[in-house]
T-cell receptor, first 112, second 112 residues
Framework: KQEVTQIPAALSVPEGENLVLNCSFT??????LQWFRQDPGKGLTSLLL?????REQTSGRLNASLDKSSGRSTLYIAASQPGDSATYLC???????????FGSGTQLTVLP | EAGVVQSPRYKIIEKKQPVAFWCNPI?????LYWYLQNLGQGPELLIR????????DSQLPKDRFSAERLKGVDSTLKIQPAELGDSAVYLC??????????FGPGTRLTVL
């Protein structure tokens, strides 16, 4: 059974800092990995999707890397802003049923 | 294009009462998912539909939970009777392919 772990569970940083969120998964046979953002009381917004054959994806100040063999991904946020405050969830698509398995998330607070 | 629509957004009921959640997926999306998200956790799949057919309902507690997707469009998730432990956010998602799911805002259920 696929398991996804995210570290840290919570993170508080001053505005302007660069930061890294970590995600690990137990079964490296994945189709893809996604990073989502969830604001309080809202649904999930997909930030980046990395296919299993890719090593990284970039969107604006966000960069996500994937090391499938070691079962790890990182989300790098450059020059953080208070508007980046949210919970960031990592999810992997795997298995014959192509099921999406989520981590518990990292709650990020960027202080002005 | 409208996103995934869910209603109600919030629901408060007493234990042992029935409750139902409604989801309208993105137009043209054949696949529909219901997820359960407990506080501080990532979403967990309850059921997946391909058109009208429930193709993965292994995580659905069938003693009290039921779901339907009539005509392969809208879907309803029902709990009867609700228990205190059912308090959570119920998320609906839809997709047109296996890779990317689009999530609705969720229904926050509180069982008293």
């Amino acid at each position: 059974k696929q398991e996804v772990t995210q570290i840290p569970a919570a993170l508080s940083v001053p505005e302007g800092e660069n930061l890294v969120l970590n995600c690990s998964f137990t079964d490296s046979a994945i189709y893809n990995l996604q990073w989502f953002r969830q604001d309080p009381g809202k649904g999930l917004t997909s930030l980046l999707l990395i296919q299993s054959s890719q090593r990284e994806q970039t969107s604006g100040r966000l960069n996500a890397s994937l090391d499938k063999s070691s079962g790890r991904s990182t989300l790098y946020i450059a020059a953080s802003q208070p508007g980046d405050s949210a919970t960031y969830l990592c999810a992997v698509l795997s298995g014959s049923a192509r099921q999406l398995t989520f981590g518990s998330g990292t709650q990020l607070t960027v202080l002005p | 294009e409208a996103g995934v629509v869910q209603s109600p957004r919030y629901k408060i009921i007493e234990k042992k009462q029935p409750v139902a959640f409604w989801c309208n997926p993105i137009s043209g999306h054949n696949t529909l998912y219901w997820y359960l998200q407990n506080l501080g956790q990532g979403p967990e799949l309850l059921i997946r539909y391909e058109n009208e057919e429930a193709v993965d309902d292994s995580q659905l507690p069938k003693d009290r939970f039921s779901a339907e997707r009539l005509k392969g469009v809208d879907s309803t998730l029902k709990i009867q009777p609700a228990e205190l432990g059912d308090s959570a956010v119920y998320l609906c998602a839809s997709s047109s392919g296996p890779d990317t799911q689009y999530f609705g805002p969720g229904t926050r259920l509180t069982v008293l």
